[in-house]
């Protein structure tokens, strides 16, 4: 049986393909951006070396850190946040940049 059509406006597509944009976003960051790449490493190796925090992040329960654990931690959030921050960068010039093609396939610029 056949599926029936759904019309999806601009925006309601746009939002559906988001997780596959924003994962996208993140792939080419990896592999273009050398500060992001070093980024990602680091937040690797902290995991890695550090496996508190990953109980922090997704355990449940109390938890208990020592000053050294602690500014550990904020590493890596801090290193966390600046790889996002680069991602929002990317994911809002990206915007730009099919906005502008768009304008200009319809011929509005």
């Known amino acids: ?3 029936p059509f759904i019309f999806q406006t601009l925006p309601e ?7 596959e944009i924003d994962s996208d976003t993140a792939i080419d960051l990896l592999h273009n951006n050398d500060e992001y790449g070093q980024l990602h490493q680091r ?3 902290l995991t890695e070396r550090h ?13 208990a850190l020592s ?4 500014k550990i931690l904020t590493d890596y959030l801090d290193t966390a946040t600046r790889m996002e921050d680069m991602e929002r960068m ?3 010039f990206r915007g730009h940049t099919d906005g502008f ?9």
Do not use: C, D, T
Not at 13 to 19: G, K, N, T
């Open 1 to 3: 049986m056949n599926e």
């Open 13 to 19: 597509r746009i939002a559906a393909l988001f997780p």
């Open 43 to 45: 937040k690797g190796e």
């Open 51 to 63: 496996p508190f925090i990953s109980a922090v992040l997704e355990g449940g329960g109390p938890v």
């Open 67 to 70: 000053a050294k654990e602690h």
């Open 90 to 92: 990317q994911l809002y």
């Open 101 to 109: 093609s768009y304008l200009k396939k319809i011929g509005a610029i």
